[in-house]
């Protein structure tokens, strides 16, 4: 097999483990989306099969988001859980700049998307947000402690870091790679996929929609899923 090697000499101890321990983690649901194969790690590096490119199409959008919300419905112990296999903490951003991830367990999604996602990104975003921005953002937290976006919704299996850039597109579908993978809310791996934009994006909602469907109102609680990735494109 041809293989795809990703380097970092400077990565922190368990990086790539780690992002191995995900992949695995995310392809073991049958019918999911399938994940970039994993043919080895090191301390510094990981070893992947190569994918052969190939244009996205409204067909194969659908079918990816079909396949997306098997995966989610794969489930995890909790909201902040681990992927099976890994055990050390997690990675978010890129590989040349990782920022470190919680991966504590909770019961609730905002009480985890508070204590785990926001005020640690909070804190080291916080001398470029100014008074008023870290006021804002103190807020959205306080109201995700309360419960106020909690819902019945099970933990997803999630791919964490689902911005278009890592879904490749190839002659066989939708392939993920690079994932920061965890328990935690459905609509967090959505709304990642709009914040960069991802082609047919409509046909993705629709094929999601046909195996597993949305609570109403997710659309207007993209942005709320939105705000950790945006914090830490605000410390990088």
């Known amino acids: 097999m041809r293989e795809f090697v990703k380097h970092n000499a400077d990565a922190p101890p368990g990086f790539f483990a780690c992002e191995a321990a995900g992949l695995r983690w995310l392809s073991a649901v049958a019918g999911g989306v399938p994940c970039a194969p994993v043919l080895g790690w090191d301390r510094t590096s990981l070893t992947l099969g190569w994918l052969a490119g190939a244009a996205s199409t409204a067909d194969a959008a659908r ?4 396949r997306l ?3 989610h419905d794969g489930g995890a112990p909790a909201f902040g859980a681990a992927p099976d296999g890994w055990q050390g903490p997690g990675f978010f951003g890129p590989l040349h700049h990782p920022l470190p991830m919680s991966l504590t367990a909770h019961r609730s999604w905002g009480q985890f998307y508070a204590e785990e996602r926001l005020m640690p990104m ?4 916080a001398d470029r947000l100014g008074p008023d921005g870290r006021d804002a953002v103190e807020r959205v937290a306080e109201r995700c402690r309360g419960g106020h976006f909690d819902d019945d ?5 999630l791919h964490g870091d689902l911005w278009n850039g890592n879904v490749m597109w190839t002659p066989d579908g939708a392939v993920l790679i690079d994932p920061a993978a965890h328990g935690g809310h459905r609509e967090t791996d959505l709304a990642m996929l709009a914040l960069f934009g991802c082609p047919h994006l409509d046909a993705v909602h629709d094929g999601y929609r046909d195996v ?15 705000l950790y990735p945006l914090l830490a494109h605000v410390v990088l």
């Open 63 to 66: 079918e990816f988001g079909r």
């Open 69 to 71: 919300a098997v995966t």
């Open 122 to 125: 909070l804190e080291r975003a």
């Open 153 to 157: 919704d099970p933990p997803a299996r």
């Open 212 to 226: 597993h469907p949305l609570r109403p109102g997710w659309r207007d609680r993209v942005v709320l899923h939105q």
